[in-house]
């Protein structure tokens, strides 16, 4: 079987994100509910459709590819692995 | 090529043979156009598994830009990782260094804290560890991009021979490359490169 996987990677609180930090002074700024917004955090997003058996092997497997391939550093990023939203069984013709 | 009595070639990276060289160049330019991060896709390929054979045989290996990138994403240079600039910006301009360590096949020619000029050209150099490591060669006098205790190279963990920075030796290694005001910065790690395989180091 087939499962979507998201995996969401960005930089560790400790190190400084100047994107995410652009689009909070120039974009965020700039709209009417400004004040409601405290942070703002940009990062990469990669979407797996991998075979497995179960949803919980699907994300295994990506976890490891990318600790292995080092999608991710994790000298200075995070990393979250979960099964994409909504993801379901493949229906054939669909 | 032949470079301060160096006979050099740009060699192609699927005919790379680390054996038929006495020290390796990775020059600083684009490699995979950065998809996924400066390096990360380089790092993995045969070229560099050339790369880390000779690293570990004790030759002078000098990264360069996107050079020092792959070292880097290769996890040559310890817990350090070199990030998107603090301006969010390709930064492209002449810089002050200051060498830090002598003690390398590639700075051996240098006073301890010479300060030279070179040219940076990066979106991706800033400088990020846990802590400071006791690896800095070089250290920017002006911080072009963000990095943590101005650190603009490293060798790599435990070894001497390997080094990367950002700022290009390479575009500073004569009179003739240097805008006015600024001189050819680069040209003692060349000289320190022909010491070093002339009389080790």
Known sequence: MNYK???????KKV????????IKKELVARSSLANKVKDVRSGKWLLFEVEAQSPEEAVKTVEKI???MRIYNPVVHEMEVRTHQGSRPEVPGH | MNLYGMQGEVVWYKEFRQTDWDAVVLAGGFSYADRLRAGVIASVTKAMD???EAAEEGKPVLGICN????LVERGLMGDVALLHNANNRFVCKWIKVKVVNTRTPWTLDYEQGEVVDMPVAHAE???FSE???????FKYIENPNGSLWDVAG???AGRRNVVGLMPHPERAAEDVLAPPGRGPGGSKVWTSLRKALKSGW
């Open chain 2, 50 to 52: 050339e790369v880390v």
């Open chain 2, 154 to 156: 490293v060798h790599a």
């Open chain 1, 5 to 11: 996987v998201e995996v969401i990677i960005r930089n």
């Open chain 1, 66 to 68: 990318c600790r292995e």
């Open chain 2, 67 to 70: 050079g020092f990138q792959m």
């Open chain 1, 15 to 22: 190190a400084r994100d100047p994107e995410g930090e652009t």
């Open chain 2, 125 to 127: 150099g800033r400088f």
């Open chain 2, 131 to 137: 802590r400071e490591p006791d690896s800095v060669v």
